[in-house]
Structures are given as structure tokens and as C-alpha cells.
DNA sequence: TTTTATATCGTGCACGTGCACGATATAAAA
DNA sequence: TTTTATATCGTGCACGTGCACGATATAAAA
């Protein structure tokens, strides 16, 4: 106990299969001439004591370098893609004590040829794996192809396409976020009707996050029987004046709506109207912790804000890549959904994303 | 961008000193017999060049080893105290390649006098660092001073003693965690009464915790000005047939009683009453998503459950004691809260309380 | 038999650091 | 002047691994 035993070293496998440490190097790194007698006796001995080898050792000998490339749409101080790129930042910190370096492309959410040309870049950069937010998912099928006819190994952030050969997949489970945030808003002072309010968005995008989340809401409906209707209209992403005209319209057709729910990180839009009408009264439900948003449910103007933790499914998915590489191992589950966190102006305070040592 | 920046090494640093690198090594550790001017140089030029140890070939060299203790309350399976050994494992798995071993060691939580002995144990071993769950506060106090006495650094987690100087504490924020489940229970289809059961404690255990967050749940009460009585009973931590009977009668007391918390992670007791009375429509909202709290939840019979991420706090503890001797870093802030998680049969299957790659 | 090719293996240096030990210069004591 | 003590410093080995290179044994070809 006192005296822990001592680490076994490669030189021990050497000397106790009766070879030397050059043999023992040969057979777990899989380099050949090694006679089929002597890989025996040293598998054997790796196996009966239990020989891991030092990965610090190992790091420090082998000068290999590894570069990852994350290709992450772009954004504005504050805005929701943000988060990622800190995760990103977080793990990359990490990984230079692996000689693996990260770096980050970015392109624009809307336009799919910004997209495709943030693909072509990546390629010629020949990265040694790539971590990819796939929000066009026809191109986004194709780069990876390409990446698999490369054999270099990527991971999925926020969304997957299932049909490829990913390494791994870190997101959240979008429908039943959906699902979740009709039942917080239900069970609110007995809800009977809601309004849900979407976003015109510019070009092609995919991003059917939205989409998916109302179907989780109403599927939620449907099986619950509840005698509530759901009122659907569409804003511009950002606070203007034709959101005010729109949202003035809308309550004045629906003078009885007191509960709100917003499927993407823009409900502080919302929530910013509310405050401008006087009408803190109204149970708003939205997505993503952004400043803003909390900001506005610490005023009383948003009641739920469901959070994914992007930074951990960024930082996570660096990690995976840089993982393996240095110690050789997959992540344990393919698919990784991370924990949707309820918050309420009671504990959003002590909310954190991403919490490492 | 290629090929990146080679790492600056400690031969770097004696050759722009014009000295060798045993001297650069004797700035860099402290170590003395170095000219003061020799000193200034080296220091210079550490600063001008950024250099940094590469912490694995130290590692490497240095053959230091340390020992961490870590005092926990004893747990049956399934039980609380479970979580916080699980993280301390997964820490120990880490700590591993450092050169650090970890150590348990556990109390009756409901004896004073074995939390005692534990610490008498405890420093006999002479530890290189120990993390604590200060169940009794006085014996508590008195150990870490006699640590503090031998330059013992120590960790809180779960509870702390304010006043001792503890290196950093890994905890939940009790007040408002019953702060935060009043607003939970009475917002959910308008609570007018509230059951509150709570349970007897053989011995004199510290455990307060149940207590505090009752103070938090009155809080919110009179803060809030709601017209809401709150009854108070008393249970005790098993299922049994006494529990049956007190339960019998409350209800029969109070029938119009619809909401019902407990302050501590035995809610499935009350659970189970509820299942077997058939009175699943009650809205019960319980502490710790342990198994049986979390099946209860899947059943029906328990509405909410706040997570504290006990695993979580014991991990990122025995992390923060081996960052301090590894890299000699201590944690950046002494007191750190996790997040107040709340389930609900729609999240609770995506709830992770650690989540590392 | 001698030469050549091939399979298999061991040796030794390097990675960046920690530290023991001995070397050197200088000052103080004899 | 010679001896001794002290302050300051450099050298070289070790940690465990990766890998290039050369060494050896054996089989095949000449």
C-alpha cells in the first residue's frame, strides 16, 4: 500500500518473453518482422502483466503531430455559435500537450456556397481529422465521403447525418427538447392555448433544428389529449420594427395566449417585446442560455430556457479526435446526446456548461 | 501554420542565458545556489521566450509520488453516497498516469465517533492530500486544523467549513436548491397545500442539509406572498410498515393535499407509498436521481427530481488536489457550485452527472 | 563451397526534464 | 604561501518510449 507497485515498463515484457525492447516495440505497434514464435511469447507476457505503455513516454518519443480542423459556421459576439467555438478553444488548450493543434473555419449559416468553399479549404489543408457542424446536409454528405475516401476520421457537433461512417456524434436530442418544452409549458399555470413564434431564415440552410422541436411539441399534444391550441407565426431574427408590427397583430388576434415558446436562441426577441409592452405577465419558454436570454429571464420576461451545452459537445468532440490519436481509443458510445438542463431564473445563476478541472 | 512553432526546452532557455541547464533548472525549482545575476538573466529570458516545462518529461524524470485520502460517508449500494465514490474513481483513474494514488476511506455517516476514528486513520497514513465530506461539523473543524498543523492541503465537497483554509470546495448551493424547488412544485398547477416529509436521524449527525433547503422553500413562500400552507411530517429512511401508518394518517388529515417534497434523496419512499395507495395523481418532487428515485420518476410517482452532481463534485475535488502537485496549480475559484439540474420523465433519460472524454 | 537475399532481431540515440555529483573559482584561514 | 571552506556552476545519468540502423542467422542461388 505504502510502496505502490511499480509501473511495469517495456523493458519488463523484454526481459520476461526473453527478447529485447525493440522486438516488444515491433509487436504492439504492429511494425512486422517479428517471427510468429516471439509475437506469441510477448503477447503472452503483455497480457499476464497487464504492460500499458506510458503515454507521456511515448509523446515525448515519438515527435507526431497531429492537426484537427473544425468547421463551424461563424458569428457575431454573443450569438449562439459561440459557445461551440469556446468549447473548441477549451480543448485545444488541452491538446497542445499532445502536439495536436486545432485550428477553426468558418462559414456563413445561410449560404451554402460558403459552406462548400469552407469544405474545399479543409481538404487542401489535408487535416489529420476533422470535427464539422453539417448544416447543409446534401454538401455536407459529400465532404465527408470525400474525408472517408481520405480515411481521415471526423465528428459530427449539434446534428448528424446517419448514414456516413463518423467516428463520433455529440448533440442533443432535438425532438424530445421539443417534447420537453411543451410538457414545462403545459404544466405552467394549466396552459390552454400558446403561441410559437419562428424565424424566417434567408437562404437554404438546413437547420431543421426548429422544425424538429415542433413536432416534439406537438407530439407532446397530441398524447397528452390536452385541450390546448397552438398558434404559429414568423419573425425576422433580429429586434426591428416589423417584429413589433408582427407580434402587436398577433396578440391583438389572440388576446387570451399566455404562454410562449420559442424553438431557437432568439427568444430574447421576444422576450425584449414583452418588456416594451408591459406584458411580463406572459410564461415565455425559449433556447440557449445566451447572455441575452438570460439577461431577459432574470428581468421576468422569459420563465424556461432549455440548454444543450454546445461548449461540452464542441469540447468533447476536439477531445474525441485528439483522444484518438494520442491513446489510440474511439469514444465509447457513437452517438453522445447530452443532458437538456431546465433553467429558471432560480437557478440559471449557477448554471455552467462546461465544467473541467 | 505547417508546421508549427517548435516548444521552447529548458536547453533553449540556458543557451540565451549563457548558462547550462542545470542552473536554469535551479531558477526554475527554487532551488538556490544561483549568482543573483545568473537568477536575473534566466528569469529574462523564461519571460522574453515564454517558456514552459513540458510537464510530461518532468513527469517523467521526477519519480514523485503522491497520495490523496479521501473521507467519505460508507453507502450501501444504490445509496447517495454511491455517486461521490464513483466520481472519485473515475478522478483516480486519471490521477494514475501522474504518479498520484488515491485513497478512500469511509465513516458511518450516523456515528461520531466512527467519523473520528476515520480521521485518526486518516492522518496516520500520512496523506499528501486529503478530500473531505465534513459530515460532523465540530470533529471536522478540529481535523482539518491538524492537518492545516502538518501543511496537509484538503478539499470540501458536498458541505464546507467556511472558516478553515481549505485549498477549494466542490458543492451544490443548498438554499437555493429548496429556493428553487418551492418555485418548482407551486408554479406546476397552482399548489395551494404542500405536503413536506422528512426524516428522523439516529445519532448526531451535521446533515443539515435538508434542513437549509426547508429554509429555502419558506423563502420562496413568503417572498412570493403565496396563499400556500406548507405540513410537515417526519419518516423514516426506509421503506417499512411505520412509514405506511404515519403516511395513512397524514393523508387523512390533510386530503386536499396534491404537492408533496422531500429535502433528501429518499423521495422514493414516499413513492412507493403513493403506487401502492393508487394515489398517482399527486405531484411529488424528490432530491438525487439514485435509481430508485429515477424508476419512481419513469412510473409516475415522482413529478421532479434536482440533481446536485455528487459525481461531478467528488471528481472535479480529487482533479483539483492532483493539478495542485502536478502542475502546481490551484483550482481558480476556492468555492465552486454545480449547476441544480431539474428532471422530469421527459429529460431524465439524457441526465449525465459526469460526462468526460 | 561461396555468395547473395531475406527474415528476424538487438543496440543505441533521442525526446525534455530532475537531480546527484563533482568541478571550478573565490574568499577566508592557517 | 598553502590549505580549507564556500558559493556557484556544468556534466551526465535516468525516466520509458520510438525508431533508425546495423548485426546475425538462415535459406536460396551461384
Redesign the pocket.
Known sequence: MKNSE??V???DVAQLAG?????V?RV??NRG??????LKRVLDVIDRIGYK??VY??L?????HYRIVCLIPDFESGEFWEIAYKGILKAYEECQDFNVTVDVVRYDQFRVDSFQQACRNTIQEAPDAVLIVPMFSDSAAQFVNELHARQIPFVFIESKLPDTPYLAYFGMPVFESGYLSARLLLKHQCAKEVACFRFHRSGDALSNTASIRQQGFTAYLEQHGEACKLWVDYLYPSVCDENTKILDRFFEKHPDVRHIVVFNSRSYIVAEYLRMRGMGDRVLLGFDPLERNVAAMKAGYIEYIIAQKCETQAYRGVKALCNYFVFKTSPSLKDNYMSMEVLTAENVNYYTDLAIE
Open positions: 511499480k509501473k515498463t517495456i523493458k527478447v529485447s525492447k525493440g522486438t516495440d504492439i505497434h518482422e517479428v517471427s510468429a514464435e516471439s505503455p506510458n513516454a511515448s515525448l518519443a515519438s515527435r507526431k
